[in-house]
């Protein structure tokens, strides 16, 4: 079966500073990828998608990730957080039924 | 944009109560689904429907069923309400075709008292 592994459940930046959240997947091909943010008490809202060719996509607010089939990752990544990047990421795959990650909190300092 | 409409945010019933949650979307998707949240758990795929008047069990169906009468809408109903189903309820609508991205409502927070 499909599962989602986000390893870190809190990460903590400062506003400025670079991030990368973490994802791994565990299916036998290439399924289709996908990150989510959650602000507090809102739905998701997909952030960016990877379904094939180039390995690096871009997101909305400025993020970005990168597939790497070798390590079966999916992280995300921002050059330079915003304090209203502060919210829950969700790393999500989907092969038939979209599976999630448990999440990762972020927390951004001033 | 797509609209996902759930008709509550916060919704608190009691223990044994028939619960209804109403879900609509507006951009005629063929795919709909229902989410439960929970900390440290990530979302659970409660069931879905790739179709007016059917449906198919998710992860974790047990205490619930759905219904889907018109495409647009997609209810999820809690038989007999326990404490244990209170949860925050998230539905998502999706075309159809393998590996499209789905579109989430706002949540609604139910309390079983």
């Known amino acids: 079966a499909q599962s989602v592994t986000q390893p870190d459940i809190h990460i903590t930046v400062s506003e400025g500073a670079s991030l990368e959240l973490r994802c791994n997947y565990s299916y036998g091909a290439t399924p289709y990828l996908f990150w989510y943010v959650q602000s507090p008490g809102q739905g998701l809202q997909l952030l960016l998608k990877?379904?094939?060719?180039?390995?690096l996509v871009q997101g909305i607010k400025g993020f970005e990730a990168e597939f790497k089939r070798s390590q079966s990752s999916f992280n995300l990544r921002k050059p330079s957080v915003h304090w209203s990047d502060a919210a829950e990421y969700f790393c999500?795959?989907?092969?038939?039924?979209?599976?999630f990650g448990t999440g990762t909190r972020l927390q951004v300092t001033l | 944009d797509v609209k996902v409409t759930q008709s509550s945010r916060y919704l608190v019933k009691r223990t044994g109560e028939k619960v209804f949650l109403e879900c609509v979307q507006d951009m005629d998707h063929e795919n709909m689904f229902w989410y439960r949240q929970d900390p440290g758990l990530g979302l659970r795929l409660i069931y879905f429907s790739y179709d007016v008047k059917m449906k198919e069990k998710g992860d974790i169906p047990e205490g619930y069923s759905v219904s889907r009468e018109k495409k647009e809408r997609f209810s999820l109903i809690l038989e007999s309400a326990s404490t244990n189903q209170t949860s925050m309820y998230l539905c998502?609508?999706?075309?159809?075709?393998?590996?499209?991205?789905?579109?989430f409502g706002d949540g609604t927070r139910l309390s079983i008292l």
């Open positions: 998502a609508s999706s075309p159809g075709g393998g590996g499209q991205p789905q579109h």
């Open positions: 990877y379904f094939s060719g180039d390995t």
């Open positions: 999500a795959v989907a092969m038939g039924k979209l599976t």
